[in-house]
C-alpha cells in the first residue's frame, strides 16, 4: 500500500529539535556573559597595573631625602577619604608638600573613575608574596629596608571579598 499527501515532520519531531535549539541557545549566551565578565576582569587588571606602575614611577621619582621624610605621610593619603587638595597645581606654584598633595588626588581621582570602589594601600611589607596577596594590612609598615609595595583591590562581579588583586612591588628604598 501506498501512502498519499504531502510527507512532513511531526509535532514530537517539532518539539525536540525547538528543544534542542533552546538548549544550545542557552548554552552560547552563557558563554557570552561568561566572555564578558572575563573582558572586564582583563579590562580591571589591565587599568589596575597601569595604574599601579604610574603611581610605582611617581615614587621612584620623588627626591631622596624628601621620600625619606614624607613616606608615612604619602602612605597615611592613600587610608583617608578622598578630598579636594588643599590648592590647585596647574596654574600656580606649588610647595612640595602641596604638590604630592595634588599629585595624589589626581591620581586617585583616576583609580576610582577606572575602578570605581577600589582600594589601595601602599607600604613596606616583607611579608611572604602569597601573604602579601592574601591581606590589605603590612606586616614591616615602618621598615624602609622591606620593599615598597602598591596592592590595590576592586570589587569583583559576583564576590564579596575584598582582598587584593593587584600587588606589586615597588622596589626596596635605601634606609
Same mark, same amino acid.
Given at each position: ?111 576610582? +573613575? ?12 616583607? +611579608?611572604?608574596?602569597?601573604? +602579601? ?43
Amino acid at each position: 500500500m501506498q501512502k498519499t499527501g504531502v510527507a512532513g515532520f511531526s509535532l514530537i519531531e517539532i518539539v525536540i529539535s525547538m528543544l534542542m535549539v533552546a538548549i544550545a541557545a542557552c548554552g552560547f549566551i552563557r558563554w557570552q556573559v561568561a566572555h564578558i565578565y572575563a573582558a572586564r576582569q582583563v579590562e580591571a587588571s589591565a587599568n589596575a597595573m597601569r595604574l599601579a606602575s604610574e603611581l610605582a614611577d611617581w615614587i621612584r621619582a620623588l627626591p631622596e631625602e624628601f621620600s625619606h621624610q614624607h613616606n608615612a605621610d604619602i602612605f597615611q593619603i592613600f587610608r583617608q577619604p578622598l578630598t579636594s587638595p588643599s590648592m590647585t597645581c596647574f596654574y600656580s606654584d606649588c610647595n612640595p608638600e602641596q604638590q604630592i598633595e595634588f599629585d595624589l588626588y589626581e591620581w586617585r581621582q583616576r583609580l576610582l +573613575q577606572a575602578l570605581p570602589g577600589a582600594r589601595v594601600e601602599v607600604c613596606h611589607d616583607d +611579608q611572604s608574596r602569597d601573604a +602579601q596577596m592574601h591581606a590589605w594590612p603590612c606586616q614591616a609598615t615602618s621598615s624602609l629596608s622591606a620593599p615598597l609595595i602598591i596592592k590595590i583591590g576592586w570589587q569583583r562581579l559576583g564576590s564579596a571579598q575584598s582582598l587584593p588583586q593587584l600587588v606589586l612591588a615597588v622596589g626596596f628604598v635605601a634606609p
